[in-house]
């Protein structure tokens, strides 16, 4: 069964935007983005609410046209451009670039999408994820967390009721100072 993957950037105070949607403060380097390439190279699609979406979709379909781009960019817009997604949106009528629009989080259609044949699934967006967790779908997350102190913005991870235990499989130090830190959630029965 494919996994659901929790990826995303934070600062060390836990955000993963500032105040005013800001992420420029990101440290994506060409050695951390020859890492998200090769990871995310072998997803077998990309799971994300309508914000991230169309934030993707405004630069990667044709940031491989730029001359001044970078080899690991030229080859991301290409992942990115191919990659089936999964736009979860209540109010995004229309999306191209092998984009399926999905209203709302219905359990038995994401266990379903898991049960089908292919690379695991990347889910983006804090929003999103909140909603994922909550229905305790979430099955690894690899958490990179950049050298900076935000202050304050949108928090990766929103309060819940529920503590969830994770086990560390893979910590990660990258010459820029980010570090992954990656977690598997522990599970007692397939799901």
Request: proline share 4%; net charge negative; charged share 25%.
């Amino acid at each position: 069964m494919r996994k659901i993957v929790l990826m995303m950037s934070m600062s060390l105070d836990g955000y993963m935007e500032g105040p005013n949607r800001e992420i420029d403060w990101h440290l994506v380097d060409d050695e951390l983005h020859r890492h998200f390439n090769d990871v995310l190279g072998d997803m077998g699609a990309f799971l994300s609410g309508r914000v991230t979406h169309e934030l993707m979709a405004g630069f990667w379909p044709t940031a491989d046209a730029d001359p001044q781009r970078t080899g690991p960019m030229v080859e991301y817009a290409r992942i990115w451009r191919n990659m089936p997604k999964v736009v979860f949106s209540r109010t995004l009528q229309h999306a191209d670039w092998h984009t399926t629009i999905v209203r709302d989080v219905v359990v038995d259609d994401i266990l379903a999408l898991k049960a089908q044949d292919g690379g695991d699934l990347a889910l983006g967006g804090a929003t999103l994820a909140a909603e994922f967790l909550r229905h305790d779908l979430v099955d690894e997350f690899r958490v990179y967390v950049h050298p900076i102190l935000v202050g304050r913005g949108q928090r990766l991870f929103a309060e819940s009721d529920v503590m969830t235990a994770l086990r560390l499989i893979e910590t990660r130090r990258f010459g820029n100072g980010v570090v992954l830190l990656h977690y598997e959630r522990p599970r007692t029965a397939e799901r």
